[in-house]
């Protein structure tokens, strides 16, 4: 991946929009609707935006992601982006994509809810 940014916290990794919208399957058009939608998110780095493959990981949920993005409400991008990709106590250590491959979806909302909270 040639634009991908490899970022410290749980392998997660940014890559532009072909590259995110091949991850998909999509057309890049069909990003901003998904974008829009609050289906996924980007960060934005030195004028770039980059999608958190997270979202384009079959392993996860998509519908289990937005709920998460929801919960973390009106918080910047880039920290909604370190929130799932670092360990977080109330989860053991885990980071909340850890944890939503093992089927906790409501300690990773509770995560969120106090997160947001700040």
């Known amino acids: 991946m040639s634009n991908a940014e ?8 940014l890559v532009d929009a072909v590259e995110f919208a091949e991850a998909l399957g999509c057309p890049v058009e069909g ?13 934005e780095r030195d004028g770039v935006q980059l999608y958190p493959t997270f979202f384009a990981d079959s392993t996860l949920r998509r519908r289990q992601l937005r709920a998460v993005v929801k919960t973390l409400g009106n918080w910047d991008n880039f920290t909604k982006w370190r929130f799932f990709v670092s360990g977080k106590g109330s989860l053991g250590g885990l980071t909340p994509l850890e944890a939503l491959r093992q089927g906790r979806l409501l300690q990773v909302m509770r995560t ?3 997160f947001a909270k700040r």
Do not use: T
């Open 6 to 13: 490899d970022m410290p916290g749980g392998g997660s990794q």
């Open 31 to 43: 990003i901003a609707k998904l974008v829009s939608a609050g289906s996924v998110f980007f960060v």
């Open 112 to 114: 969120a809810e106090g």
